[in-house]
């Protein structure tokens, strides 16, 4: 794998706005069956909504088996403000994670690496097709409305995203001196594109 290639997906990467980009070894990725059934107990408002989400999304166990044909990801991270993520403007921000992580593997597709694959954090429907009743990639021949910016739910797959940004020095929730902090002001989201 070309450093070159790597240096340019990085810059492209901060160049996006993430607050960090970190290039892992595939191997770095813990998938638990334990993760997916979190979507359902106690259940996300985003489970059985789209084809991203559980339980139409990968199981664990295809999500282990898909991810070991990939040498290394590109984990990259945005600290959002938490009023960010409350209802009125969840939105805007799991959007923009989805639009980030599509750009990226977008931009790692066109420097050769083209099994990229990209998967972030926040289920797509609400985001990207609340204005419609349904899923369209679930109904019968259907087809995702937003192709090139849906991305599949990585909690929804079983991905430890704890052991995972811990080994990065990532803090999930964090004040402004960058202590871990239950009450703190910005919350960690986060995508993966896997590389072949």
């Known amino acids: 794998m070309s ?16 607050a960090d980009a970190r290039l892992v070894p595939a191997g770095q990725v ?12 106690p259940r996300c408002p985003n489970y059985g909504m789209s084809a991203t989400c559980p339980p139409h ?8 088996e898909h991810i070991s044909h990939f040498s290394r990801v590109l984990a990259v991270k945005f600290d959002m403000p938490l009023e960010a993520l409350q209802e009125a403007r969840r939105k805007e921000a799991v959007l923009l994670l989805h639009e980030t992580t599509a750009a990226i593997e977008h931009k790692a597709v066109t420097l050769g690496f083209k099994l990229a694959r990209g998967y972030s ?5 609400v985001t990207l097709c609340g204005d419609h009743a349904d899923c369209a990639a679930l109904q019968e021949g259907g087809q995702c409305r937003n192709p090139n910016t849906a991305r599949p739910s990585l909690s929804g797959m079983g991905v430890n995203w704890h052991d995972l940004s811990k080994s990065l020095g990532w803090i999930m929730r964090k004040t402004e001196d960058g202590a871990l902090n239950p009450a703190a002001e910005t919350i960690m989201m986060a995508g993966l594109i896997f590389l072949e």
């Open 3 to 18: 450093d070159e290639r790597i240096g340019e997906l990085l810059a492209f990467a901060r160049s996006l706005g993430v």
């Open 30 to 41: 813990k998938v638990e069956d334990r993760f997916r059934s979190q979507c359902r107990e």
């Open 57 to 64: 999304s990968m199981t664990p166990g295809q999500f282990r």
């Open 121 to 125: 954090s926040g289920g797509c429907k």
